[in-house]
């Protein structure tokens, strides 16, 4: 998808300032694409630790095209559940990492999932005791797929959607459809 070339295109062109992707899709594509473009990664999707190569964590786990890389996946509603009980799996680790210590931007999520709510709840929370900036997690939200199933005044369910996820430290970029979203990433790249 153009959406996933420009996040790569992203990586390729600003190694020094992004770090890795927490992705929470099962599928490799990140890593086809950055192999097409000459960026070598390493899949983390246990608690192996990168290798040198740029990062990717399936913190969800993975099934690769080819068969060869497979691990636990997150898929039914128990597995969500044994990630929240596990305050100290190795992917929630890396998650709060990630959140505490990088400008984040969240991609192709609802931002619905509850664990991801609490990681993102306690690094708020740890940032305001430490009198760290308010906002440095960014989520890309398309206001049609968030709103779909509202029945009602969409856009006081959006303004409620933001203020829930301000109050969690993430600021909200709207945007009306998918056709809309690699341009934006492309404006990232500015200085």
């Not at 950055?34 to 040198?52: K, M, Q, R, W, Y």
């Amino acid at each position: 998808s153009d959406t996933i070339k420009m996040i790569c295109e992203l990586v390729r062109y600003n190694k020094n300032k992004v770090k890795s992707i927490i992705t929470y899709n099962y599928d490799d594509l990140i890593e086809q694409q950055l192999a097409n473009i000459g960026v070598p990664t390493c899949s983390v999707f246990d608690t192996h630790e990168p290798d040198g190569r740029f990062p990717v964590f399936h913190v969800h786990g993975i099934l690769d095209q080819e068969g060869m890389k497979s691990s636990n996946i997150v898929l039914a509603e128990d597995d969500y559940h044994e990630q929240y009980r596990r305050a100290f799996m190795w992917s929630n680790v890396e998650q709060l990492h990630a959140l505490q210590n990088n400008n984040c931007f969240f991609i192709g999520l609802s931002m619905t999932d509850p664990n991801l709510r609490r990681l993102l709840d306690f690094t708020k929370s740890e940032a305001n005791n430490n009198h760290q900036r308010d906002f440095h997690c960014f989520a890309f939200l398309c206001k049609e797929d968030v709103a779909k199933d509202v029945k009602g005044n969409q856009m006081q369910f959006l303004k409620e959607q933001k203020y829930i996820l301000e109050n969690l430290g993430v600021r909200v970029i709207w945007y009306n459809n998918h056709n809309e979203l690699p341009n934006l990433l492309f404006n990232l790249q500015r200085p």
